[in-house]
């Protein structure tokens, strides 16, 4: 008991060591109130230096006063973690970023594909933005079922290929970071998630990348298509807005297993397998997605 009620104090606080006079001493307190058990009573730091030692216990013995003899003092509330609670951006900057739609790298590449209108509609939908971080970038807001924005990512594209840009470096930026909002708790939602309000009744599918679930979107608008935006940002807690509906997953080939593993565990999710059964070797070597699958499907491949 006294084991356990008695520890030596965490966080690194020091004080004078009564042996060596170095400020070495990590004391033992007392985990119902907090308190040290004395001054002296603790472990030097310098073990090899200095070596000083005096338990709780032994201090006890040598006071002869055993403090569980008295009753026991109550509980200091343990301090529980705060919930770090999101942060969110201004919808007057998430605004500001619709606009310049020929200047958008990403939506040029969408209108070659799906003309000019329905290029436009996607757009608006998902809430795509222009960013002027880099030149032709775009901004895909993760907007979540509340209407808050918990973040914008801005991407830049290749507006013939629609292929992320990844040499000399890979264009991703956060628009917190850009605009310097300080602390900023980034708690992303499923991007496409303010969708999700529209129609309660449609199935919900979910894939990787941002692209994807736009131009899935296209294709098949039969899905609420939703994109995890990122390989490993998969989580129970993510999916939790997606309760009481039907979810299939679409994993890049890449990410098949993982995310087949992930489903195992959850309820209503199952996975597709259709990239899966028609991937070629070369499809598998280049970690073909969904979006690619259709492109080729449809004709509009590069
Ligand atoms: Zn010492």
């Not at 594209?157 to 013939?160: I, R």
């Given at each position: 008991m006294?084991d356990y009620?008695?520890?030596?104090e965490?966080g690194?606080?020091k004080?004078l ?12 307190v ?5 308190e040290?058990v004395?001054d002296?009573v603790g472990r ?5 230096s200095?070596?000083y ?7 006890f013995?040598?006071s002869?006063?055993?403090p569980?003899d008295?009753?026991?003092?109550a ?5 529980e973690?705060?919930?770090v609670q ?6 007057k900057?998430?605004?500001?970023c619709?606009?310049?739609y020929?200047?958008?790298?990403f939506c040029?590449?969408l209108?070659l594909?799906f003309g000019?209108?329905?290029a ?7 809430q795509?933005?222009?960013s002027k971080h880099?030149?032709g970038s775009?901004v895909?807001?993760?907007i979540d079922r509340d209407?808050?924005i ?6 830049l594209?290749?507006?013939?290929t629609g292929?992320r840009?990844?040499e000399p470096?890979?264009h991703?930026?956060?628009v917190?970071k850009v605009?310097?909002?300080?602390p900023?708790?980034?708690?992303q939602?499923l991007f ?5 309000t529209?129609?309660?009744q ?10 994807t ?8 608008p039969e899905?609420?298509w ?6 490993n ?9 997606l ?8 994993p890049d080939?890449m990410?098949?297993?993982?995310w ?7 309820s209503a999710?199952?996975v597709s397998?259709?990239?899966e ?7 598998r070597?280049?970690g073909?997605?969904l979006a690619d699958?259709l ?6 491949a590069?």
């Open positions: 006294a009620r008695f520890a030596l965490r690194g606080v004080h060591c009564p042996a060596c006079q170095q400020v070495r001493l990590v004391r033992y007392d985990s119902f109130t907090g040290p004395a002296d030097c730091d310098r073990e090899d200095c070596g030692h005096l338990t709780p216990s032994e201090y013995h040598l002869g006063n055993n569980f008295a009753p026991k003092p509980r200091k509330p343990q301090n973690p705060e919930p999101p942060s969110f951006i201004d919808t900057i998430m605004q500001a619709m606009t310049r020929s200047e958008n790298n040029r590449w209108c594909v000019e209108d329905r436009l509609e996607l757009t608006a939908a998902y795509v933005g222009t880099w030149p775009s895909f807001w993760q209407a808050k918990r973040g914008g990512k801005i991407m594209y290749n507006s013939d292929r840009v990844k470096f890979n991703i930026q956060w917190h605009m310097k909002i300080e900023y708790h980034l708690q939602c496409g998630e303010h969708l999700l529209e129609d309660q449609k199935p919900v599918a979910i894939v990787e990348s941002e692209k679930a736009i131009v899935a979107s296209g294709f098949i899905y609420v939703l994109a995890t935006a990122g390989k940002n998969l989580s129970k807690d993510k999916l939790r807005v309760r009481g509906r039907k979810v299939t997953l679409f080939l990410a098949h297993d993982k087949r593993e992930f489903a195992k565990g959850v999710v199952t397998d259709i990239l059964r028609r991937a070629s070797e070369e499809d070597a280049k073909l997605d699958y492109l080729r499907e449809n004709g509009r590069e």
